[in-house]
C-alpha cells in the first residue's frame, strides 16, 4: 500500500481550533496515559513550538542490546526470576504492562499489572524436546508445573524513588496469577461442566476497566491444552497442543481463549464468556455517556475478525452483543443467536456461539483480516485503531494499521467507515505493528512483531530493519508525520506493553523473548540484561528521559 506522509498526517488529524479535549473515557483505559487531572486540554501553539525539538531517530540494528535514541534512558523495573513476594517470583515473557496509581495526586506510587504469556521450555523447566526422539516419553508433571506457573500475570507495587522505579518487595499486594489460578466464568451456563475454571495463560495483551481492575487477554490457547475442533458433521475432535500440558492436566480447551478480569484488591479473577472466545490479543475500553461499555477485541490470527461487544447495562461485560466487523461494506454484525437464523442452523444457544465464535463469524460472512492485534482509540480524533501486523499466506510481510470510524462518532454505531493509510514496508522504515499507544499530546506508538524466525535473514524480507523496534509519529513539529525509530530491542526479542505513567513521564515498556532462538543454553543468542550468568532475561523496562517530557508536555487549564 502506498504511504503518504500528508495523507497520514490527516489519517491522524490535528485539531484546528487551538485546544483537544483528551476525553474521560480515555483515562485508564487501553494503553492510553492516564493523566492525573480529568478533561485536560492540549495547547495546541505549545505543542507546535516542540517542533525546534529535533528527534534524532536509530538506525536499525541487530546489536544485542537494548538501543534507545538520544534524549532517552532506560532502568530496569523487574525482570524473570525477580522475587516479589516471600513465595513468588516473577513470570517469563513478560507482555502487557498497565499501572494504576494508588492515589490520582501521586503517579509516583501504584500498582503494575504484567502479562506472562509463553515460556521457553529449555529455560524454564529445563526440557528440551530435541533431545528425546519421542519427548513425550520424558516430559514430567513437575516441568509443566514449572511452566504453568511462570505464565499468566504478575501484579507488583512499584514506586519511583529519585527518579528510578523499583519494586516494593513482599508488599502484601503482590501476587501471582497463574495456569493453576481457580477463576470464575461470568456466565449463567457452566462450559463443559464447569462455573469454575483453573488458570490463564496465553496472556497477551489487555486493558483497564473504568472501575480500576485490569484485563488480560488469552491469545493463543491452543498451544497449551489444544483445541476442540469440529468436523462436517459437526462431531468433536480434539487437536492436540504443542506444550502438551492435557496430558497432565485434561482441562477443556474452551476454558481457555476469553478476556480476563482481575480485580487488584485480592487478586480474585472472572473469565468473560460474552466477548467471545477466540485468540484475543487486547480488550480495549471505552465506556459511554450512560455508562454502558464497548468493547473491542481482534482475533490474532490469519484470516480472522475484528470484534466489539457492546453491553445492554451499565458497567457491564456480561449483558450485551457481541459483533464481528464486515469491513467491506462498514457494517457490525451481530453475534446472536436469537436474532440470527444462520446461527440457529449451526448451533444449539448462545453459549455455544461464543465457544465457537470464530466458525459463527465465518457464517455470518465477516471480512477475514491479516492478524488484527491492539486496537487504541485515538484521542484526538476518536478513531479506532487497528494494527494488522502481516499474513505470509497473502505476502502480506509487512502488515498495516487500519481505521475504523465508527457513525458519527458513536461507539455503540453499527455503521462505520474502515480505511488503510499506513503501510509497513522498507520504503516506510518500519514492519509487523503490534502494540499502539497514545501519550498524552496524542502522538502515536507503536512497536513492531518481527518473528524471530525470520529476522535477520539474507534471503528474507526483514533483513533491512534489523531488530525489532519502538517507533513513534510525532503529531506536532516539523517531524509531525514521520515514522522514527526511538528503540531497538536485543537480539530475537520483541517489545511489548507500552503503556505511559500517569505525569506522562515515565514509559512502562516490556523486553520479551531475548534469546528466543537459543539452541544451546551455553551458547545463547542473546545475554540480554547482562545480569553475568550469560542467559537472557525477559524484563519489564522503565523508559525516562527529556525527550519522552517534552513529547507528553501538556498544558493544563486550571480554570475551566
Not at 472501575?211 to 488469552?218: G, I, P, S, V
Not at 461487544?309 to 459483533?323: A, H, M, Q
Not at 505470509?392 to 457513525?407: P, Q
Not at 514509559?507 to 545480569?531: C, I, K, M, R, Y
Request: with cysteine.
Amino acid at each position: 500500500m502506498e504511504y503518504n506522509r500528508r495523507k497520514f498526517i490527516n489519517f491522524l488529524g490535528k485539531a484546528s481550533i487551538g485546544t483537544v479535549i483528551v476525553p474521560p473515557f480515555l483515562l485508564g483505559c487501553g494503553n492510553m496515559a492516564a493523566p492525573t487531572k480529568k478533561n485536560m486540554e492540549v495547547n495546541i501553539k505549545a505543542l507546535e513550538r516542540l517542533g525546534a525539538l529535533a528527534i534524532e531517530g536509530l538506525a536499525p540494528s541487530n546489536k544485542d542490546d537494548l538501543l534507545l535514541a538520544n534524549g532517552l534512558a532506560y532502568h530496569i523495573i523487574v525482570r524473570w526470576g525477580d522475587e516479589i513476594g516471600p513465595k513468588d517470583y516473577f513470570g517469563f515473557n513478560n507482555d502487557f504492562t498497565c499501572f494504576i496509581p494508588f492515589n490520582d495526586d501521586d503517579p509516583t506510587d501504584g500498582l503494575l499489572w504484567v502479562n506472562h504469556e509463553y515460556v521457553n521450555s529449555m529455560f524454564v523447566s529445563g526440557f528440551d524436546a530435541t533431545q528425546y526422539t519421542n519427548p513425550d516419553a520424558h516430559r514430567t508433571r513437575e516441568q509443566v508445573d514449572k511452566e504453568m506457573y511462570n505464565v499468566g500475570g504478575s501484579i507488583v507495587r512499584i514506586k519511583q524513588t529519585s527518579g528510578k522505579w523499583e519494586v516494593v518487595k513482599n508488599d502484601p499486594q503482590n501476587r501471582r496469577i497463574t495456569a493453576k489460578t481457580p477463576m470464575t466464568l461470568n456466565w449463567d451456563d457452566p462450559i463443559k461442566g464447569a462455573s469454575t475454571v483453573i488458570g490463564t495463560h496465553s496472556n497477551c495483551s489487555g486493558g483497564i476497566t473504568p472501575w480500576k481492575t485490569f484485563l488480560t487477554c488469552e491469545e493463543n490457547y491452543d498451544t497449551f491444552f489444544g483445541e476442540t475442533e469440529y468436523d462436517d458433521n459437526d462431531q468433536p475432535l480434539h487437536r492436540p497442543s504443542i506444550y502438551g500440558w492435557e496430558k497432565f492436566y485434561p482441562y477443556p480447551p474452551e476454558h481457555y481463549g476469553w478476556v480476563v478480569e482481575v480485580d487488584p484488591k485480592d487478586g480474585s479473577a472472572q473469565k468473560h464468556i460474552a466477548i467471545g472466545r477466540y485468540a484475543h490479543e487486547c480488550c480495549t475500553l471505552y465506556e459511554l455517556e450512560d455508562k454502558r461499555v464497548v468493547a473491542y477485541s481482534g482475533d490474532d490470527h490469519n484470516n480472522e475478525h475484528l470484534y466489539k461487544f457492546v453491553s445492554s447495562k451499565p458497567g457491564s461485560l456480561k449483558e450485551g452483543t457481541l459483533y464481528v466487523a464486515d469491513t467491506v461494506h462498514g457494517k457490525w454484525l451481530s453475534l446472536d443467536w436469537e436474532s440470527q437464523p444462520k446461527l440457529k442452523e449451526r448451533f444449539k444457544n448462545q453459549t455455544e456461539v461464543l465457544v465457537r465464535t470464530r466458525e459463527a463469524a465465518k457464517i455470518l460472512g465477516a471480512t477475514e483480516l491479516n492478524r488484527p492485534e491492539d486496537i487504541e482509540i485515538d484521542p484526538v480524533t476518536g478513531n479506532v485503531l487497528v494494527s494488522l501486523t502481516n499474513n505470509y499466506g497473502k505476502n502480506d510481510f509487512h502488515g498495516s494499521i487500519l481505521k475504523i470510524a465508527e457513525t458519527d462518532g458513536k461507539y455503540d454505531a453499527l455503521t462505520f467507515r474502515a480505511s488503510t493509510y499506513m503501510a509497513g514496508g522498507e520504503e516506510n522504515g518500519f514492519s509487523c505493528p503490534d502494540n499502539l499507544a497514545f501519550d498524552m499530546a496524542g502522538n502515536l506508538w507503536f512497536t513492531s512483531d518481527m518473528s524471530g524466525s525470520k529476522m535477520n535473514k539474507e534471503d528474507g524480507p526483514y533483513m533491512p530493519f534489523k531488530n525489532n523496534s519502538l517507533f513513534v509519529v510525532p503529531r506536532y513539529g516539523k517531524e509531525q508525520g514521520t515514522v522514527i525509530r526511538l528503540i531497538s530491542a536485543p537480539n530475537d526479542a520483541e517489545l511489548t506493553g507500552p503503556w505511559f505513567s500517569p505525569d506522562g513521564k515515565t514509559l512502562f515498556l516490556s523486553v520479551q523473548h531475548p534469546g528466543e532462538q537459543t539452541t544451546d543454553l551455553a551458547n545463547p543468542t542473546s545475554t540480554w540484561p547482562f545480569d553475568g550468568d550469560n542467559l537472557p532475561k525477559p524484563s519489564v523496562v522503565a523508559i525516562t528521559g527529556d525527550l519522552i517530557e517534552k513529547m507528553n508536555k501538556l498544558h493544563v487549564l486550571e480554570n475551566r
